[in-house]
């Protein structure tokens, strides 16, 4: 039987942490988040990177 628990949810959203990039304007650090897939943030890094 699988029950479903606070704990269980804090654990696999803890585990998938490391697949999202959260990113937001230095110049308002109490400001919105913007959160990006992992490749997807690689990908625009790798492009823009390239000038």
Do not use: C, I, N
Request: hydrophobic fraction near 35%.
């Amino acid at each position: 039987m699988y029950r479903r628990s606070r704990d269980h949810e804090a654990h696999s959203r803890s585990q998938h942490r490391h697949l999202l990039v959260p990113v937001r304007d230095s110049k308002v650090p109490d400001g919105e988040v913007l959160v990006f897939g992992a490749a997807s943030w690689a990908a625009f890094v790798t492009h823009t990177g390239r000038g």
